[in-house]
C-alpha cells in the first residue's frame, strides 16, 4: 500500500496568516491526490482533487501544488472558518489511502 | 442537492454483526461507483470498501476482507455495508462517500454525516 506522510501533524496559526501543509507519498502518484478538510464532528469535505484543481465552491484562497511524491496544500489568507483539520489522499492505486491528518489551531 | 444519509450503526459485541444503511439522493445513485470510509476515534480516515454502479466489481481494504461485504440497491437508491466478525479495532464512524473515479480508482466527492460502530463488550 502507498503510504501517505503529512507533516506538520499540528500547528498553531493566526487568522489572515499564510499556510502550508506538505503530504509525502512513498512512491509516486502522478498527480492523482487529493485534498479534504473535516471540522469536529462533522464528514470531510473536498477542497482540491487531481493535486491543484479546486473543488466547486471551494474558495480561491485554498491551492495545491506538487507531482510525483511530493504535494503541499497552501492556504493563502487563513480565515477563522478554515482552523480545522486537513487530509490528503491518494487515489493512484488500491487500497485507497489517506495521510494522519494536519490539524490547523488557533494561535 | 447531493444527500447521503447513513444509518444502522450502534454498540455490538465483539464477534457480533451488523449491516449498515446509507440511502442516496440528489442525484442518480445508479451512475456512480460508492465507497464506505471509517475513522477510529481520534484517528484519520480509512478506505474500506467500494462497489461498482451495477454491483459486478467490489474491492476491500485488506483488514476487512473475507469479514465486510458491501452491497447496493440501485431501485432503493441505497448502498450497504454488512460487517461480521467485529473486533474491538472496528470501532469507527462509518461514512458513505460517492467516489469520483478516474482511471478506476476514486476520490470522494460527497460524504454522509456517518453512522458510529462500537464493538465493545
Known amino acids: 500500500a502507498i503510504r501517505m506522510t503529512q507533516s506538520p501533524s499540528s500547528f498553531s496559526a493566526s487568522t489572515g496568516d499564510r499556510v502550508t501543509i506538505t503530504c509525502r507519498a512513498s512512491q509516486g502518484i502522478s498527480s492523482y491526490l487529493a485534498w479534504y478538510q473535516q471540522k469536529p464532528g462533522k464528514a470531510p469535505k473536498l477542497l482540491i482533487y487531481?493535486?491543484?484543481t479546486l473543488q466547486s465552491g471551494v474558495p480561491s484562497r485554498f491551492s495545491g501544488s506538487g507531482s510525483g511524491t511530493d504535494f503541499t496544500l497552501t492556504i493563502s489568507c487563513l480565515q477563522s472558518e478554515d482552523f480545522a483539520t486537513y487530509y490528503c489522499q491518494q487515489y493512484y492505486s488500491y487500497p485507497l489511502t489517506f495521510g494522519q491528518g494536519t490539524k490547523v489551531e488557533i494561535k | 442537492e447531493v444527500q447521503l444519509v447513513e444509518s444502522g450503526g450502534g454498540l455490538v459485541q465483539p464477534g457480533g454483526s451488523l449491516r449498515l444503511s446509507c440511502a442516496a439522493s440528489g442525484f442518480t445513485f445508479s451512475s456512480y461507483w460508492m465507497s464506505w470510509v471509517r475513522q477510529a476515534p481520534g484517528k484519520g480516515l480509512e478506505w474500506v470498501a467500494n462497489?461498482?454502479?451495477?454491483?459486478?466489481?467490489?474491492y476491500y481494504v485488506d483488514s476487512v476482507k473475507g469479514r465486510f461485504t458491501i452491497s447496493r440497491d440501485n431501485a432503493k437508491n441505497s448502498l450497504y455495508l454488512q460487517m461480521n466478525s467485529l473486533r474491538a479495532e472496528d470501532t469507527a464512524v462509518y461514512y458513505c462517500?460517492?467516489?469520483?473515479?478516474?482511471?478506476?480508482?476514486?476520490?470522494?466527492?460527497?460524504w454522509g454525516q456517518g453512522t458510529l460502530v462500537t464493538v465493545s463488550s
Open positions: 487531481a493535486a491543484s
Open positions: 462497489i461498482k454502479q451495477d454491483g459486478s466489481e467490489k
Open positions: 462517500a460517492r467516489a469520483h473515479m478516474v482511471r478506476g480508482v476514486e476520490y470522494f466527492d460527497y
